[in-house]
């Protein structure tokens, strides 16, 4: 690392020049022709325009990775006294981001207008090298810092720090923190900032499964630092209405054997298809289960996904040998990327007006397909429902509306 004295030296000399691509060029010559570290780059264009505002734009939705720098680089901003602002055109969509933006207090500007850019002197972009393309930028609005992990592009600007390496451009903003750039062990609000670097590392890594190792020890530096609370709140997995109502279902009809569950959730449309697998996976979380099977009618096919732990259970065998397989010879099963998914055509009975009756028939199907391999599914199923056997009825209660509105 360069000595902090040459490094005022070089800003010293410099102090009310506007940053310009020649800037570095410049500023390095006091490190005898050595290209200057990233962070010491970035320190040095900051402290080059003190008190000037700077607006982080963010381009597209607001998603994790972009949150996290832009809060990373308003901090690094504050500490070298430069005003900084998020700004944002598109709304936060996704419902796990706004818990981000809400949980850790984020403050964004929304803006439309390229007025409304009018009070800042500085642009900053961050997880991109583009502005944002549905917002004229004031013409007197100087690009500043680039920092991003996409692919490389041609950015004039006098800091820029494109890395298409890093699987996130938190890593490279929690670098900058860790090499000494407002360091995280530093000042207030540290948490905040690491837990939103954390949380961009881990979803543009789709969850350090494409994280190099980069990533890993970025992510380990603003580890320390992170709320666990906020962490764990933010990152929890977020179903939709329909999601919970199919799971809701699944809980209330689901017959247990030993380790296995089977439940049936009725009509899924076909855009909550999903969330009969999500149902499944969620049920064989439960302790005592290690091979799940839910199933319902998407359109005009029964539609289901089996999960399972148990080395003993094959999902594509089990399905064969509870469905069979169709008139060509093909099982049911394993004909999408879901290993365990199945779906078997009801053919013209998917006409059948009478919803609750055509679900009852497809449960008794599904149960009856079931009690071959597994003769205690119809015992367990007999013991749930004893209205069933002793002469009364109570179709109601069965089809009961329960399953008859399509969501
Ligand atoms: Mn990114």
Request: proline share 6%; aromatic share 6%; charged share 20%.
């Amino acid at each position: 690392m360069p000595p902090t004295t040459t490094l005022n030296i070089g800003i010293e000399r410099l102090t009310g020049r506007m940053p310009s691509r020649g800037w570095l060029v410049v500023w390095s010559r006091y490190h005898m022709g050595t290209h200057p570290a990233p962070r010491q780059g970035l320190e040095a264009v900051l402290k080059s325009i003190p008190g000037a505002p700077n607006v982080v734009l963010i381009t597209g939705h607001p998603d994790p990775d972009a949150l996290g720098s832009a809060l990373a680089h308003q901090r690094i901003c504050q500490e070298m006294g430069v005003p900084c602002t998020i700004a944002n055109v598109l709304p936060v969509s996704h419902r796990q981001n706004r818990a981000m933006v809400k949980l850790l207090n984020i403050e964004m500007l929304q803006v439309s207008t390229s007025e409304d850019l009018a009070p800042f002197k500085f642009l900053s972009l961050v997880d991109t090298s583009t502005p944002e393309p549905t917002i004229d930028l004031p013409a007197d609005l100087k690009l500043l810092t680039v920092v991003d992990h996409h692919k490389m592009a041609e950015v004039d600007a006098p800091f820029v720090d494109i890395r298409p390496h890093m699987g996130a451009s938190c890593s490279i903003y929690a670098e900058y923190m860790a090499q000494g750039l407002a360091p995280l062990e530093s000042a207030m609000g540290a948490s905040r900032v690491a837990t939103a670097l954390l949380f961009g590392i881990q979803t543009d890594t789709n969850d350090f499964q494409l994280a190099t190792a980069a990533d890993f020890a970025a992510a380990a530096y603003v580890r320390r630092f992170c709320d666990s609370d906020v962490m764990k709140r933010v990152g929890r997995r977020v179903h939709s209405a329909s999601g919970m109502t199919v799971l809701g279902r699944a809980l209330n009809n689901m017959l247990v054997v030993r380790d296995f569950a089977v439940a049936g959730v009725g009509y899924v449309s076909a855009g909550d298809r999903d969330s009969i697998a999500t149902t499944a996976d969620f049920i064989l979380q439960r302790e005592d289960l290690d091979t799940v099977l839910v199933f319902g009618i998407v359109e005009d096919r029964i539609d289901g996904s089996l999960r399972t732990d148990s080395p003993s259970v094959e999902p594509a065998t089990f399905l064969t040998s509870v469905f069979g397989k169709d008139r060509s010879g093909r099982p049911y099963g394993g004909g999408r990327a879901d290993k365990g998914g199945f779906q078997i055509p009801l053919g013209v009975i998917a006409e059948c007006e009478d919803r609750d009756s055509l679900w009852n028939i497809v449960e008794q199907i599904v149960r009856s397909r079931l009690s071959k391999v597994m003769p205690e599914i119809e015992r367990e199923y007999e013991r749930q429902h004893p209205e069933q056997h002793n002469g009364h009825h109570h179709h109601e209660e069965v089809g009961g509306g329960r399953y008859s509105r399509e969501f």
